[in-house]
């Protein structure tokens, strides 16, 4: 059965930083491509960030220069560094594990992100 664990949301004013985790068990991280995703209030989930393995990366434009996302697959984790934060970056943030074969997709339980101006 696998799991997924996330933390690291919370509170904080523009401009200041926060750190996601997600950390998997039952299947092999190396096996899959890392996502993370949010949802502003009242939008769709939208793309934030990607890491393959071994570690190429890409990020929504919004994001770019400003988050950075790390895997540690001996850990079976994911991090989201998040820095300069502002108020549009509020949202839930959800990570994501899309298998390099097949079909397998699990998801983080969601973290609250809050930024306040």
């Given at each position: 059965?696998?799991?997924?664990?996330?933390?690291?949301?919370g509170?904080?004013?523009?401009?200041?930083?926060?750190?996601?985790?997600?950390?998997?068990?039952?299947?092999?991280?190396?096996?899959y491509?890392m996502?993370?995703?949010?949802?502003?209030?009242?939008?769709?989930?939208?793309?934030?960030?990607?890491?393959?393995?071994?570690?190429?990366?890409?990020?929504?434009?919004?994001?770019?220069g400003?988050?950075?996302?790390?895997?540690?697959?001996?850990?079976?984790?994911?991090?989201?560094?998040?820095?300069?934060?502002?108020?549009?970056?509020t949202?839930?943030?959800?990570?994501n594990?899309?298998?390099?074969?097949?079909?397998?997709?699990?998801?983080?339980?969601?973290?609250?992100?809050?930024?306040?101006?």
């Open positions: 059965q696998v799991q997924v664990q996330e933390s690291g949301g509170s904080v004013q523009a401009g200041g930083s926060l750190r996601l985790s997600c950390t998997f068990s039952g299947i092999r991280l190396s096996m491509e996502y993370w995703y949010r949802q502003p209030p009242g939008n769709e989930r939208e793309f934030v960030a990607r890491i393959s393995n071994p570690g190429a990366t890409t990020y929504a434009d919004a994001v770019k400003r988050f950075t996302i790390v895997r540690d697959n001996a850990k079976s984790s994911v991090y989201l560094q998040m820095d300069s934060l502002s108020p549009e970056d949202g839930v943030y959800y990570c594990a899309k298998a390099r074969k097949g079909w397998s997709d699990y998801w983080g339980q969601g973290t609250q992100v809050t930024v306040s101006s």
